[in-house]
Nanobody, 111 residues
């Protein structure tokens, strides 16, 4: 099983960034996908989830109305579209699927 994140980087406050998570080694379309993040000195927190069909989503209160989670089961890929980014969104973002974690990807929001 492999879970790999793409798309992190440095962005200014108010900017946007899209993270991708590509997974393999299991039947992607049968499992929920989750995005977590961990800021320095803080515990890892659940940011967003999407059900296997994409019909149900969940968002951390602090990112509602700013983040969108989606998936393309034909591409074995989940996405996290982040808008109106704030410095407090700075963290390592992790994808979680089928009991496996990705390696994490840094998102830094700074001017």
């Amino acid at each position: 099983v492999q879970v790999v994140e793409f798309g992190g980087g440095l962005v200014q406050p108010g900017g946007s960034l899209r993270l991708s998570c590509t997974a393999s080694g299991f039947t992607f379309s049968n499992y929920d996908m989750r995005w977590y993040r961990q800021a320095p000195g803080k515990e890892r927190e659940l940011v967003a989830t999407i059900s296997d069909t994409g019909s149900t989503t969940y968002f951390l209160n602090s990112v509602k109305d700013r983040f969108i989670i989606s998936r393309d089961n034909a591409k074995n890929t989940a996405y996290l579209q982040m808008s109106s980014l704030k410095p407090e969104d700075t963290a390592v973002y992790y994808c979680f699927a089928y009991g496996y974690w990705g390696q994490g990807i840094q998102v830094t929001v700074s001017s």
